[in-house]
């Protein structure tokens, strides 16, 4: 079975510093996709960065970025000039390309953005 | 934009009730799925579908079940609800492939007393 661990529960950044979140995953298969997902306090649930694991090349989506080791099950997401409507909960999610969808979700990791 | 509906934004029911939980997608997506979403576990799947009529069991279905006769519309049903059922709810659809991201619903948070 796949597992995803987002070992800090909560992190406290200022407005235009940058945080960095951190996911590790397990699994034994090469082929799959990782996520990251933002949930605001609306609740409403978005896509902020995807990743093929066959790309090398990290994915970026504006200040949102992502390192991803491949070797070491690792997929970083990286705030830049952090804003406070980045305040959020970010979960980190994992899907085999096989897997009739089957997102695994990690807990998710508590973004405050302070002033 | 892709846009999922969930009926109820808050829910409050008594143990043994029958609860409904509907879920609406404007975008003709072929997949949708039912999570429940507690402190701590993060998302986990309860049920998904990727046709009409058809259903596949997540990783947490006993006490659910679902039903989806048109499309756009997957229902999540609580047959006879119990205090552990007391969560958020989240719906999402995906357009076809097993990959392709999944759009989430504004969830809907259950309580039961």
Redesign the interface.
């Given at each position: 079975a796949q597992t995803?661990t987002?070992s800090q529960?909560e992190m406290s950044v200022q407005e235009a510093e940058t945080v960095t979140l951190s996911c590790t995953y397990d699994t034994s298969e090469n082929n799959y996709?990782l996520?990251w997902?933002k949930q605001p306090p609306?609740?409403?649930?978005?896509?902020v960065i995807?990743q093929e694991a066959y790309k090398q090349q990290n994915a970026t989506e504006n200040r949102f970025s992502v390192n991803f080791q491949k070797a070491a099950k690792s997929f970083s997401l990286k705030i830049s000039d952090s804003q406070l409507g980045d305040t959020a909960m970010y979960?980190c999610?994992f899907?085999?390309?096989?897997?009739?969808?089957?997102?695994q979700?990690?807990?998710?990791t508590q973004v405050v953005v302070t002033p | 934009d892709v846009k999922v509906t969930q009926s109820s934004r808050y829910l409050v029911k008594r143990t043994g009730e029958k609860v409904f939980l509907e879920c609406v997608q404007d975008m003709d997506h072929e997949?949708m799925?039912w999570y429940r979403q507690d402190p701590?576990?993060?998302?986990?799947?309860i049920y998904?579908s990727?046709d009409v009529k058809m259903k596949?069991k997540?990783?947490i279905p006993e006490g659910y079940s679902v039903s989806r006769e048109k499309k756009e519309r997957f229902s999540l049903i609580l047959e006879s609800a119990s205090t552990n059922q007391t969560s958020?709810y989240?719906c999402?659809s995906?357009l076809r492939q097993?990959?392709?991201?999944?759009?989430?619903?504004?969830?809907t948070r259950l309580t039961v007393l």
């Open positions: 995803v987002q529960p996709y996520f997902y609306s609740r409403q649930m978005i896509l995807r979960f999610a899907i085999l390309t096989d897997s009739w969808g089957k997102l979700f990690g807990a998710g | 997949n799925f701590g576990l993060g998302l986990r799947l998904f990727y596949e997540g990783d958020m989240l999402a995906s097993s990959t392709d991201t999944q759009y989430f619903g504004p969830g």
